[in-house]
């Protein structure tokens, strides 16, 4: 009879993705009666496995801001050609958002991720271990990760270009 009673909790599978809150924007629109105050978020997701996503959503509170921008940034997740196994980036990159440059290096082993702010979260997120960064231009964390993301997109590795130039695979040293 007590057995019956009991209730049962569903263990709760392991997220798929972690996720960090780069930034949370009050933004207000003026209307008749005042002013009606709302929130802007922009989250990152990764799996730390060379897979990354951000999303951005707007409510009027922020929990509810975060929880779409969650949502949209796991809709948006692509693979990170990384090499080392996830260790860093395969050769130097420059990505660019309006007035936002975002430049990634190559590290050796133990460098850790000099980067700051936005381009950290994204890094740490797709699992990258050794990497040099620097921001030129705005430090806007929207564009800053939009400038991110279009340079991870754009590494290529070596049997990917050797596959381009329609040249034998090369060995990986």
């Known amino acids: 009879m007590a057995n019956e009673?009991?209730?049962?909790?569903?263990?709760?599978?392991?997220k798929e993705f972690e996720d960090v809150v780069v930034s949370i924007n009050r933004v207000s629109k003026t209307v008749k009666g005042g002013r009606r105050m709302r929130f802007a978020a922009l989250v990152v997701v990764g799996d730390k496995k060379g897979r990354v996503g951000f999303g951005m959503g707007k409510a009027a509170e922020v929990p509810d801001a975060i929880r779409k921008a969650t949502e949209a940034a796991q809709k948006n997740v692509f693979r990170v050609n990384?090499?080392?196994?996830?260790?860093?980036?395969?050769?130097?990159?420059?990505g660019k958002h309006l007035s936002s440059t975002v430049f990634l290096a190559p590290a050796a082993p133990g460098t850790g991720v000099i980067a700051g702010g936005a381009v950290r979260s994204i890094l740490e997120l797709a699992g990258v271990s050794d990497v040099l960064s620097k921001v030129i231009g705005s430090r806007t964390s929207v564009n800053v990760v939009y400038a991110t993301l279009e340079a991870l997109k754009g590494l290529r590795t070596v049997n990917e270009v050797a596959k381009l130039r329609d040249k034998k695979v090369a060995e990986v040293r």
């Not at 009673?5 to 392991?14: A, G, L």
């Open 5 to 14: 009673n009991k209730k049962t909790f569903k263990k709760r599978e392991p």
């Open 82 to 94: 990384l090499v080392d196994n996830f260790r860093t980036v395969p050769h130097q990159v420059k």
